[in-house]
T-cell receptor
């Protein structure tokens, strides 16, 4: 079993839909990162969470440390949100990565 | 502030050769991490340097090595290249007061 599981692996949504991407992990962590990777390879760090919830624009990330689960929500999705979203738990300087969720938002 | 820069952006090598990749972090950032991304394995952590010291290392063979200089610039070296080393190599830097990582554009290495 992988240390980090993301679901779904692929997601196609219509513009304006509310999107949820889930991440479950089995290791102890000090923080969890959500990354966004656009076609062409550029990676942007969206959030770093160690507890609770964070919001940035239309993006919301939550984490439940006890349940070892995190979610990334996108409200009012837009075609420019099309990208791969990667969950990356980290602990004591070491990072492990989920396989990513490929999101496509159709206009 | 300039972002993280990586050189070269593209590289083609043959099996058995060695390669050195360079990463210049954001000014003031002292932590540099290196990652390998392949279609089959996804993103994998290689190592992290902080103030010229390797703080952590992923599960890669000894052919993969790195170092960090006093100006925080970092290099990674891969010796005796194998076909499976073909990948996008990303570096990321972070500052002292935050764990947010800022990624460079990557170096795409092709081993023939």
């Amino acid at each position: 079993k992988n240390e980090v599981e993301q679901s779904p692996q692929n997601l196609t949504a219509q513009e304006g839909e509310f999107i949820t991407i889930n991440c479950s992990y089995s290791v102890g962590i000090s923080a969890l990162h959500w990354l966004q990777q656009h076609p062409g390879g550029g990676i942007v760090s969206l959030f770093m969470l160690s507890s609770g919830k964070k919001k940035h624009g239309r993006l919301i990330a939550t984490i439940n440390i006890q349940e070892k689960h995190s979610s990334l929500h996108i409200t009012a999705s837009h075609p420019r949100d099309s990208a791969v979203y990667i969950c990356a738990p980290s602990g004591t300087y070491k990072y492990i990565f989920g396989t990513g969720t490929r999101l496509k938002v159709l206009a | 502030k300039a972002g993280v820069t990586q050189t070269p952006r593209y590289l083609i090598k043959t099996r058995g050769q060695q390669v050195t990749l360079s990463c210049s972090p954001i000014s003031g950032h002292r932590s540099v991490s290196w990652y390998q991304q392949t279609p089959g394995q996804g993103l994998q952590f290689l190592f992290e340097y902080f103030s010229e010291t390797q703080r952590n290392k992923g599960n890669f063979p000894g052919r993969f090595s790195g170092r960090q200089f006093s100006n925080s610039r970092s290099e990674m070296n891969v010796s005796t290249l194998e076909l499976g080393d073909s990948a996008l190599y990303l570096c990321a830097s972070s500052g002292v007061l935050t764990d947010t990582q800022y990624f460079g554009p990557g170096t795409r290495l092709t081993v023939l």
